[in-house]
């Protein structure tokens, strides 16, 4: 009898199991059947926003429902992403993931970690550079450099939010060069800049792209890019900090990730979605003329890479002195 009950309750735990597979199957082959969220973790206008613009426009002919963008900036990428992680994990609501993903957790400025999100793609690749306003005193890298030196904490240098990749990226130039700045945190490069524009800090340190139409109209002057290799276009005559001699290359990935949990079947969908997406011309085309570098890795390849920076990170930000 006992034998008997058991094979009994085996039985059930099998159905269950099945209705449950069957149920998930069958809503993952109805999805999506609403609009899905972007939850950009930055402000609006800045080189995560424009990108993931320009990937929810592509994506239009290969995903039966609108993305629609939603900015959530704050705490350098942290209210964003937090949002995402504690999300329903439906395939609903995406989070548009940045370095900062890495870079948050090993400062202990924020307590969801690469673990609680599913890689979908890597999207793109942007250097950090350092931008003054084109009557700044400074004509080259080098006498940006100089000054610095000379006064220490004196220059204003503008980023994208304590723990942004901008803000590390500033961190690790003072490493690499003995120097030390006003850091000036704002949320996103976008206000960052536009305090630049304002006169209310000297300097920023963000990507190109993002500093590039205020570049093109004459306003803004790009000092040197933080990259192994020079830009083109409206950068082209921009040197590396490498060609300076400062061996020092570091800048942003951003991507797009679900909350862990979703179902894999929704998953795929996405991933299949975002490859067609970030095939499309005009995405492609976007990025080129925002000069955002085009850097497309599938989900297997940007896990691998979310993977190797946490490590590479850690080494790098052990080095660093970041006030909180």
Partial sequence: MRISKSLSGGKR????????????????????TRPV????AASAGGGTDVMTRAFADAARKHFSQPFIVINKPGAAS??????????????????????????????????WTSDDFIPIARLNYDPAAIT??????????EEFLADAKKRPGAIQLGNGGVGDI?????AA???????????????????????????????????????????????LRTLAVMSNQRLGGVFA???????????????????LAVPKGTPADVVEVLKVAAQKAAA??????????????????????FKASIESDRESFKMVLSKLVIEK
């Fill in 280 to 301: 499309e011309a005009s995405f492609k085309d976007t990025l080129a003329k925002a000069n955002l570098g085009e850097a497309y890795l599938d989900a297997t390849a």
């Fill in 166 to 170: 901008w803000h590390v990226a500033s």
């Fill in 237 to 255: 005559n921009t040197p590396t900090l490498k060609e300076r001699k400062i061996d020092l290359a570091i800048g942003v990935w951003r991507g």
């Fill in 37 to 40: 969220e972007l939850v950009v």
């Fill in 13 to 32: 735990v099998l159905a269950m199991a099945a209705l449950a597979v069957s149920f998930s199957a069958a809503f993952a082959a109805d999805y999506p």
């Fill in 132 to 141: 003054v306003r084109a009557d700044a005193p400074w004509k080259t890298i």
């Fill in 173 to 219: 130039l003072e490493d690499k060069t003995s120097t030390q700045f006003n850091h000036v945190p704002f949320q996103g490069a976008a206000p960052a800049i536009l305090n630049l524009l304002g006169g209310h800090v000297d300097a920023v340190s963000v990507s190109p792209g993002e500093v590039m139409m205020h570049v093109q109209s004459g306003k």
């Fill in 78 to 111: 942290a209210v964003g992403f937090g949002d995402v992680a504690n999300s329903k994990p439906d395939g609903y609501k995406l989070s548009v993931v940045t370095v900062n993903l890495v870079i948050l957790p090993a400062l202990n400025l924020m307590k």
